[in-house]
């Protein structure tokens, strides 16, 4: 509803029975919180939110050892589309970096898009630095 000019117009003018009804469900939840932080659009960086994951699923308890597999698969996940994207710059560089450019204008139009952008680069540069010095010839300036 917020990015939504037409749709926030109609919630001013009759809130949520002009939105479709008051009740609001799982699967609404979710796209409200999609919509006001963006997370569809960060998916490919970051994965789905765990918040997400238990918002579609919210009668069902998860055990601490499903959660942590869940959280295991998901780095993996984003591990691999990452690693994809990246070898996109092998072909044509130059396109590559508009692509890239693109892709992370876009991010800048959701919610706390610069800011999550920030944070995820914050994250990402953080466990390089953790993690290349491990590995031979590795390494982050």
Known sequence: VLSDPD???AYDAGGAEAMGGPEVGHKSAVDMFQAVFGSAAFEPLVGRFPMLEQ??????DMS??????RQRRRETEVAVA???????ARADEEAWCSDQARFATGLLHNSFGLRLLHLIGRSYAAHAREWLPG???GGLP
């Open 82 to 88: 990452l690693a994809e994207r990246l070898d996109g």
């Open 135 to 137: 590995q031979s010839g």
């Open 7 to 9: 749709a926030r117009l």
């Open 64 to 69: 601490a050892r499903e959660v942590a597999f």
């Open 55 to 60: 918002a579609l699923e919210p009668n069902r």
